[in-house]
């Protein structure tokens, strides 16, 4: 099966062999070694010296521990969003009493950092600043470093949450460097490991805003979470088996490097744009802002998207992703982690065929 949806992604056979190991001890020295090394080879594409806590639950559980344990209900927040996930992070706020400003962009666009600053100078002050650094609803990436740039200059004291569940460790962000107080990451998606870890960096400033942050919390209490990691352990069971393989999976982004590995998926990104191109179908996303994990196909009037995505299945064993926006037909195929060009060629070969 060629499986190209945007996570969860395959993996590679020592990822899934790693996987099946027998269950040991979650408060023993074994368990502690490895809880030890996978936070390194994570904070090692975070590029944070900061705290970065593991939680057993998928990326949204992580945005919600970001908003639970920096915010109190009624705190104003701006929500930047330019697509299906900025409107969840959002939606997340919200549903915990935070008083939501949206800053939305219609679907294919990115954020424009002067008017994500002109926003905050206008309606702030913002306890938060929430965006989405790549959006895997519409194959956009947004600029991170220049919306926070942008945030900083405009709101000096306001917290920037960024959802880069499906850029790192694929797209670089430089969390410390360009200021972000929290990040969140998901293990299915470009770490070549199975879903069912949440990754959460935490800013100096994140675990000041914890410290008078009111919003209701208990499993998702990264305080406690810091407690236990500081031990190797974490508060609850860890979902064992995916630690297993995000220890193989981390050791084989850690052989490769993180510059080769970014710059594998630019390679990979550009590749799956051209072979789009190349079939005479459309990028639905701005240009200049089209991810490297992602890839978003916008058909032509006439075509299908539902129609293609059943014959990819059926006649080729090939899944690809639907469309996330409404009215649109469009297909979305990933290219992120373990995948290869062989992997895109067999879907434009299909595709040719299907369209032809
Ligand atoms: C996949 C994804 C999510 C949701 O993650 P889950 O693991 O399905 O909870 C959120 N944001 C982005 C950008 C994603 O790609």
Same mark, same amino acid.
């Not at 666009?109 to 895997?136: C, M, R, S, Y």
């Not at 306001?158 to 460097?177: F, K, M």
């Not at 990264?222 to 609850?236: I, S």
């Given at each position: 099966?060629?499986l190209?949806?945007?996570?969860?992604?395959p993996?590679?056979?020592?990822?899934?062999?790693?996987?099946?190991?027998?269950?040991i001890d979650?408060?023993?020295?074994?368990?502690?070694?490895?809880?030890?090394?996978?936070?390194?080879?994570?904070?090692?594409?975070?590029?944070?010296?900061?705290?970065?806590? #593991?939680?057993t639950?998928?990326?949204?559980?992580?945005l919600?521990?970001?908003?639970?344990?920096?915010?109190?209900?009624?705190?104003r927040?701006?929500?930047?969003?330019?697509?299906?996930?900025?409107?969840?992070?959002?939606e997340?706020?919200?549903?915990?009493?935070a008083?939501?400003?949206?800053?939305?962009? &219609?679907?294919?666009?990115?954020?424009? &950092?002067?008017?994500?600053?002109a926003?905050?100078?206008?309606?702030?002050?913002?306890?938060?600043?929430?965006?989405?650094?790549?959006?895997?609803?519409?194959?956009?990436?947004?600029?991170?470093?220049?919306?926070?740039?942008?945030?900083?200059?405009? $709101?000096?004291?306001?917290?920037?949450?960024v959802?880069?569940?499906?850029?790192?460790? $694929? #797209?670089?962000?430089?969390?410390d460097?360009?200021?972000?107080?929290?990040?969140?990451?998901?293990?299915?998606? $470009?770490?070549?490991?199975?879903?069912?870890?949440?990754?959460?960096?935490?800013?100096?400033?994140?675990?000041?805003?914890?410290?008078?942050?009111?919003?209701?919390?208990?499993?998702?209490?990264?305080?406690?979470?810091?407690?236990?990691?500081?031990q190797?352990?974490?508060?609850?069971?860890?979902?064992?088996?995916?630690?297993?393989?995000?220890?193989?999976?981390?050791?084989?982004?850690?052989?490769?490097?993180?510059?080769?590995?970014?710059?594998?998926?630019?390679?990979?990104? $550009?590749y799956?744009?051209?072979?789009?191109?190349?079939?005479?179908?459309?990028?639905?996303?701005?240009?200049?802002?089209?991810s490297?994990?992602?890839?978003?196909?916008?058909l032509?009037?006439?075509?299908?998207?539902?129609?293609?995505?059943?014959?990819?299945?059926?006649?080729y064993?090939?899944?690809g992703?639907?469309?996330?926006?409404?009215?649109?037909?469009?297909?979305?195929l990933?290219h992120?982690?373990?995948?290869?060009?062989?992997?895109?060629?067999?879907?434009?070969?299909?595709?040719?065929?299907?369209?032809?």
């Amino acid at each position: 099966m060629n499986l190209r949806i945007p996570g969860p992604t395959p993996l590679p056979p020592d990822v899934l062999a790693a996987m099946s190991q027998q269950m040991i001890d979650h408060r023993g020295p074994e368990f502690e070694a490895m809880m030890g090394e996978v936070t390194v080879g994570l904070k090692t594409f975070f590029e944070t010296q900061h705290d970065l806590l #593991i939680l057993t639950a998928s990326g949204t559980g992580g945005l919600e521990a970001a908003i639970v344990n920096t915010l109190s209900p009624g705190d104003r927040v701006l929500a930047v969003s330019v697509g299906v996930f900025g409107n969840r992070f959002a939606e997340i706020a919200a549903a915990y009493g935070a008083s939501v400003t949206k800053l939305s962009y &219609p679907m294919g666009q990115a954020a424009d &950092p002067d008017e994500v600053a002109a926003k905050i100078a206008q309606e702030g002050p913002f306890a938060a600043v929430l965006f989405t650094h790549n959006e895997t609803s519409t194959g956009v990436s947004n600029v991170a470093e220049a919306l926070c740039r942008a945030i900083r200059s405009a $709101a000096p004291e306001s917290l920037i949450l960024v959802d880069a569940i499906s850029s790192v460790p $694929a #797209i670089r962000l430089q969390t410390d460097a360009w200021g972000c107080d929290v990040v969140v990451a998901g293990s299915q998606k $470009a770490w070549m490991a199975p879903p069912g870890a949440s990754f959460v960096s935490m800013s100096p400033r994140a675990w000041e805003a914890y410290e008078h942050a009111r919003m209701p919390r208990f499993y998702f209490d990264l305080g406690q979470a810091k407690k236990y990691a500081d031990q190797r352990q974490t508060p609850a069971t860890p979902a064992m088996s995916v630690f297993f393989a995000l220890r193989a999976s981390l050791n084989k982004l850690a052989a490769e490097g993180p510059e080769a590995v970014w710059a594998r998926h630019e390679h990979l990104g $550009a590749y799956c744009r051209q072979g789009v191109l190349d079939l005479g179908l459309g990028l639905f996303a701005a240009e200049g802002h089209r991810s490297n994990t992602v890839t978003a196909i916008s058909l032509t009037p006439g075509q299908s998207a539902a129609k293609i995505l059943a014959a990819l299945r059926e006649r080729y064993d090939i899944i690809g992703g639907a469309t996330r926006a409404p009215g649109v037909e469009m297909i979305r195929l990933a290219h992120m982690g373990y995948v290869s060009e062989a992997d895109l060629d067999a879907v434009f070969v299909a595709l040719r065929e299907l369209i032809a």
